[in-house]
């Protein structure tokens, strides 16, 4: 059964650092591109940053220079590295490749 699970959401407060984790099963990270989503309440589900099977990385407006996508092809995960973080950073993130979800991890920024 393909499979992504998210990991590293938490409670930081605003100017802290989080670094998410996706992991998957039965699908080669290195061979798809792979997207970070967010949803915060009452908000449409939005990019916030994806990587290409050529290591191409894209960031919404928002997050650039505070987040970093990254992927390891040996641990066959892709990363979240988020610093800086504001209460607006606040959502459920999800990882996506393939159609495939999977169940998001909350990220609260307050103090």
């Known amino acids: 059964q393909v499979q992504l699970v998210e990991s590293g959401g938490g409670l930081v407060q605003p100017g802290g650092s989080l670094r998410l984790s996706c992991t998957a099963s039965r699908i080669i990270f290195s061979m798809n591109m792979v997207g970070w989503y967010r949803q915060a309440p009452g908000k449409q589900r939005e990019l916030v940053a994806s990587?290409?099977?050529?290591?191409?990385?894209t960031y919404v407006d928002s997050v650039k220079g505070r987040f970093t996508i990254s992927r390891d092809n040996v641990k066959n995960t892709v990363d979240l590295q988020m610093n800086s973080l504001k209460p607006e950073d606040t959502a459920v993130y999800y990882c996506q490749t393939l159609g495939v979800w999977g169940q998001g991890t909350q990220v609260t920024v307050s103090s």
């Open positions: 990587i290409t099977s050529a290591a191409r990385t």
